[in-house]
């Protein structure tokens, strides 16, 4: 084989390296989107529509983060639920300064707490900037709230990671079962739980959704062949990388696959999501 003939080969395979990582590692912000209709809410009533952030890791979309605020804008959520690692330990604050001053005042935002905020050593400073920003921080906690004229329960769990940082030591099922004793509340649960994995703690309680993040879409994707490569906690093939699960107790489980962007950790096929629910009468 001649050496002109070996150049144009090698050209022709970079080429289509070339154009498969373009395809390939798309960080355009993509939306999924899923629709539920339930009794719980009145026949003529306008629905609920929450938007889910999830897995951001201070990561800066566009110019000033206004390729995600305008996203969100434009959406005209009810609701805005976030679920854990919105920051992270190694990057700095400006990526979650620059979302949370510019979402703040379109809906209130529930935020539930994932393990990269407590590998920050600042981290009840960095919890205390986040509230100044009205975020609503659910710590092992369950709240009422009224939306469009109906109640609803949100409840927010913290990540196992938090035993470090508080003096309770309580496992994640004694927490869970703890804030979640609502008989007395037949309206719309929601859970807000940074991590998917632990869905047979979640089956144990009539939670209507569950919001959580974690896995990151598994990291790669090959389309209508595989839903995820690895995920924390999961492992290879995760079960629970990205997407909407039903599980046996009937709780809708909603799996963002985040929206942070990391040149160490390539999303293949994978670009970043941000969620948004729409719950309607039956």
Known sequence: MNHKR???YVAIFVFIIIIFFAVAIDNRISTATYEF????LPKNHAGIKIIQISDLHNTIHGN???????KIVEAKPDLIF????????????DGTELLLKNIKNIAPIYYCIGNHEFYAKDFFETNKKIKQYGVICLEDE???VAVNGINLLIAGLDDPKYYRK???KGDTATRLEKISQTSDFSGLKILLSHRPELVTLYEKYDYDFIFSGHAHGGQVIIPHVLNGLLAPNQGFFPKYAGGLYRLKNDSNLIVSRGLSINITQPR??????LVVVNILPK
């Open 82 to 93: 976030i679920t854990g690692d919105l920051v992270d330990e190694k990057t700095k604050f």
């Open 166 to 168: 508080k003096e309770y």
């Open 268 to 273: 293949i096929f994978n670009p970043p999501e």
């Open 6 to 8: 070996v150049k144009i």
């Open 142 to 144: 369950s709240v009422v």
């Open 37 to 40: 209709h339930i009794d719980k």
């Open 64 to 70: 000033q983060q206004d390729a995600l605020v305008q």
